[in-house]
């Protein structure tokens, strides 16, 4: 059932069983979960249907710390979240990013990967991809063309990537969410402030704003906050009339620790003969499915540095000028002609046949873009500022910090790499001019990928952690966070397929303890 919560009665009050706020990814991963079940559940969603800049402006907020792209274009406030223009890139995290290591401060998950394994295996239906299989090996087997590099398996590995449509969730799962009996979707119904209890040990409302004028409360038995980790932490810390620093922040850690994925050019490889690495290559409508080089777990141990990846992309940086010269624009040139059925039958033809592998042609030359982790940071950080929003919510400003193991590990990861590509005869590795040396610190514009994490990390210790290892906010009974707001550390891969499977699991555990 779906309600524009502008319509309804100035001072409604709804009463449910679960309340979702946010309705993007995770937001709508965990209510799909409960539609045909006996429980009413109430999804609150601040935007409409389609994109709009008046709500759009809810997310702008100061950059005071390491430049970062525009917060109100970084994520969407419309039903469907920021899944309306993700890439849809999608893979695990490794075992090794939910270890504790001791030359990554901060790091250790309270759970591990196979914990999230069987939940892995679900979100990959709820965003499309094919079968939950990241074994460089399985894809070989299925079209022997796609041949890993002949470098040490003990230091180099295949980090495999599988490729959403991109899943528009706000598309895709619209008529699931409004046609089903036991999910009210509110929209234009913004969440403003948390509402406690006076020992601040549970939640007794959801005070919502609409953009005409409108005021209205939820009550319901739980809570989940689903609206990104930007907008996550914004609302714990604007609730701040019974515990003043804000819900959930008896130890200061809202906000803190936000992380992205440093997602930039690094260096160039050139082989000594040409190969057309199908394995490691990508056209948006042919491959669901490619590698990525990456560093095994014990060579990371080993250099004590962060967890990252490199994408090999056809031609060569200019260093000079910092572009770069594409020895193949014909096949992109190509690809941009197409009509939108033809993409989408490509996309389903490769998706039914994962042996199917368009032809690349052998080339010396591939940039090498980063993935990779940022070490946990507590200045790196989320803060309201004295500016409000229409509704009257105060803005974020966003700290974005960096460290010296971030950009020591992305120089050792390209040196390891260049030393095994060197020994095994492949070919050589040119390192970017501003990576060569730590010293030298970052360029102007250190790219992130668009991912937010970390706002509301998990621990079990309530003085390291927001929330514990189901999600739920420490000392407050009701309350749960869900998305990448609750990653402890970043990992490698992108994080959407990740925070789907913690939300379905967080699904599960509130069914598991449903009165
Ligand atoms: C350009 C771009 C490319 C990306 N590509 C990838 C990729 O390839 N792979 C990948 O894994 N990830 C990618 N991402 C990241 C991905 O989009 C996010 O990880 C994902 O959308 C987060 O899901 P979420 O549900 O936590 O947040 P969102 O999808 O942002 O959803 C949050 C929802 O909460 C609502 N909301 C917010 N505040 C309130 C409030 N106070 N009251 C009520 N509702 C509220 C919002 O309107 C929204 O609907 C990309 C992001 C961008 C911007």
Not at 252 to 281: S, T
Not at 500 to 513: E, F, G, P, V
């Amino acid at each position: 059932m779906h309600t524009d919560a502008r319509e309804l009665e100035d001072g409604t009050l709804i009463e449910g069983d679960l309340c979702i706020v946010g309705a993007g990814a995770a937001g709508i991963s965990m209510a799909l979960e409960w539609a045909g079940t006996s429980h009413d559940v109430i999804l609150l969603e601040g935007g409409g249907f389609e994109v709009e800049a008046q709500m759009q402006d809810r997310y702008r907020g100061d950059i005071v710390g390491q430049p970062y792209f525009p917060l109100n274009a970084a994520r969407l406030h419309a039903f469907g979240g920021t899944t309306g223009h993700w890439a849809g890139f999608c893979a695990p995290y490794d075992p090794i990013d939910f270890e504790e290591r001791e030359w990554v401060p901060h790091s250790g998950w309270p759970i591990g990967r196979e914990e999230l394994d069987p939940y892995y295996q679900r979100a990959h239906e709820l965003v499309e991809l094919g079968p939950y299989a990241y074994d460089a090996a399985y894809w070989t087997q299925q079209n022997p063309s796609r041949k890993a590099l002949p470098l040490s398996e003990e230091v180099v590995r295949t980090k495999m990537w599988q490729f959403s449509p991109p899943t528009r969730f706000g598309h895709a799962y619209r008529d699931d969410i409004t046609e089903a009996d036991t999910i009210r979707l509110y929209t234009y119904a913004n969440a403003v402030e948390v509402e406690a209890n006076d020992s601040v040990r549970a939640v007794e409302g959801i005070r919502v704003k609409t953009p005409n004028g409108k005021a209205h409360r939820v009550s319901a038995r739980r809570y989940v906050l689903a609206c990104g980790a930007i907008q996550n932490a914004r609302l714990l810390l604007a609730s701040n009339r019974k515990a003043p620093e804000g819900l959930g922040n008896d130890h200061d850690l809202v906000g803190r620790y936000f992380m992205e994925h440093i997602e930039m050019p690094g260096a160039q490889l050139v082989l000594a003969e040409p190969r057309p690495l199908a394995l490691y290559m990508h056209t948006f409508f042919e491959t669901t499915a490619r590698g990525e080089v990456a560093l095994t777990a014990e060579a990371q141990r080993t250099r004590a540095i962060l967890n990252g990846t490199a994408s090999l992309n056809p031609g060569v940086y200019d260093a000079l000028r910092g572009t770069f010269q594409q020895l193949t624009p014909e096949w992109v040139e190509q690809n941009l002609q197409l009509s939108p059925e033809e993409m989408e039958r490509r996309r389903a033809r490769s998706r039914q046949d994962t042996s199917r592998q368009p032809a690349f042609p052998a080339r010396r030359a591939f940039k090498l873009f980063t993935r990779q982790e940022q070490a946990p940071n507590p200045h790196s950080r989320v803060t309201l500022t004295d500016e409000a929003d229409a509704l009257g919510m105060p803005r974020v400003a966003l700290d974005w910090q960096l460290t010296a193991l971030d950009k020591r590990s992305m120089r050792t990861f390209y040196e390891v790499l260049g030393q095994e590509v060197g020994r095994s005869g492949v070919g050589r590795v040119r390192l970017l001019e501003w990576l060569q040396d730590d010293e030298a610190g970052w360029p102007d514009f250190v790219s992130g990928g668009w991912h937010h994490m970390g706002t509301a990390r998990m621990h079990d210790d309530p003085r390291q952690g927001v929330v514990d290892a189901d999600g739920k906010v420490h000392g407050i009974g009701n309350l749960y966070v869900a998305g990448s707001a609750v990653y402890p550390t970043a990992g490698a891969a992108n994080p959407t397929l990740t925070l789907i499977a913690l939300t379905l699991r967080l699904s599960d555990h509130l069914k598991a303890t449903a009165d």
